[in-house]
């Protein structure tokens, strides 16, 4: 595992950037959608 994670490192592709409104959603209707998923396991949520 150790050599793995060392010839493959967190962002050795790039890095990827999405934007809800892209997909035609907002940050308070996807809170809303999966609020009770969101609490159960308390997924700290940004934005």
């Not at 050599?3 to 934007?19: E, F, I, M, Q, V």
């Not at 907002?26 to 700290?44: A, H, L, M, W």
Request: charged fraction near 30%; hydrophobic fraction near 30%; aromatic fraction near 12%.
């Amino acid at each position: 595992m150790q050599a793995y994670l060392a010839h493959n490192p967190k962002g050795k592709h790039g890095s990827h950037s999405y934007d809800l409104a892209e997909y035609g959603l907002s940050v308070d209707g996807v809170r809303e959608r999966f609020r009770d998923y969101i609490e159960r396991y308390e997924i700290p949520v940004k934005g």
